[in-house]
Structures are given as C-alpha cells and as structure tokens.
C-alpha cells in the first residue's frame, strides 16, 4: 500500500511529524513488509499508524498479531529474566554478604566509640547537672 503524506494529515498526524517522516522517506512510501522490516526500528509510532491508517477490519488482524507477539516478548523477557537473576544471584549473596559484614563492623566501632565518649564525658555530665540543679534551686529561692 503507497502512504502519502496528505494520508498522514488527513490521519491526524501533526504536521512537524508529517514534515519529519517525508524528510527521511520521501512523500510517498510503498509500505510493503520489506520497507516494514528495514524500518522496524526506525522511530515510528507503529500502533499510531495503525490507529490512524488501518480501517477496523485491518485494526483487528493488526491488533491480534500485536497482542501474539507481546506475548511472545514476554515469555522471552520472563526467561531472560530468570537467566539474570540466576547468573547474578552469587554476586548478590556476596554483596549481602559484604554489608552484613560491615554493618556489624561499623556497629561494633561506633558502639566502642560512643561507649568511650560516654566515658569521657560522664564527670563532665555530673558536673553539667549539678550546675543545672543549682542554678533552677537558685533561681527559685530567689
């Protein structure tokens, strides 16, 4: 089938898209499966096109063929999905692994430290709430 540009405005196309699609494939195009499958991964809204061009009877063989072919893609997304997580579970182990270590690591030095700052600090603590004491019993009484 030819596709013309004035059949992509009359199908509501916007015009700087009309302008876009005629720069890189000309006025006319004789849409065949060949041209379909070289320009399959072009930048074209295919199911837009559809929408637009195909009349119903074609929409629904269009429309049919999609669905088939989306489950396809999935089946093989969920399988490579499954190939992923299989070859990359050893490393998330060991990652886990890893932070686990680490956080124990960490909890265990900032627990040595804040028990050495708590050290460090107690006299100055009594000293600090003694003076607080005093000074609320003082301002009281006075």
């Known amino acids: 089938?030819?596709?013309?540009?004035?059949?992509?405005?009359?199908?509501?196309?916007?015009?700087?898209?009309?302008t876009q699609l005629t720069s890189l494939y000309g006025e006319r195009v004789d849409l065949t499966e060949?041209?379909?499958l070289e320009h399959a991964h072009d930048h074209i809204d295919w199911r837009r096109a559809a929408e637009?061009?195909?009349?119903?009877?074609?929409?629904?063989?269009?429309?049919?063929?999609?669905?088939?072919?989306?489950?396809?893609?999935?089946?093989?997304?969920?399988?490579a999905q499954r190939?992923?997580?299989?070859?990359?579970?050893?490393a998330r182990r060991a990652y886990d692994d890893a932070m686990a270590a680490a956080q124990r690591a960490y909890n265990k030095a900032t627990g040595a430290a804040r028990r050495t700052y708590n050290d460090a600090t107690a006299a100055a603590r009594r000293v600090y709430r003694e003076a607080r004491a005093v000074a609320f019993a003082r301002a009281l009484n006075a």
């Open 1 to 18: 089938m030819i596709i013309t540009a004035e059949m992509l405005r009359k199908a509501g196309v916007h015009e700087d898209e009309v």
């Open 34 to 36: 060949a041209w379909a």
């Open 83 to 90: 190939t992923y997580n299989d070859a990359t579970e050893p």
């Open 52 to 79: 637009g061009l195909l009349p119903d009877s074609a929409w629904r063989t269009y429309h049919e063929a999609r669905k088939s072919a989306r489950r396809e893609f999935d089946e093989a997304e969920e399988a």
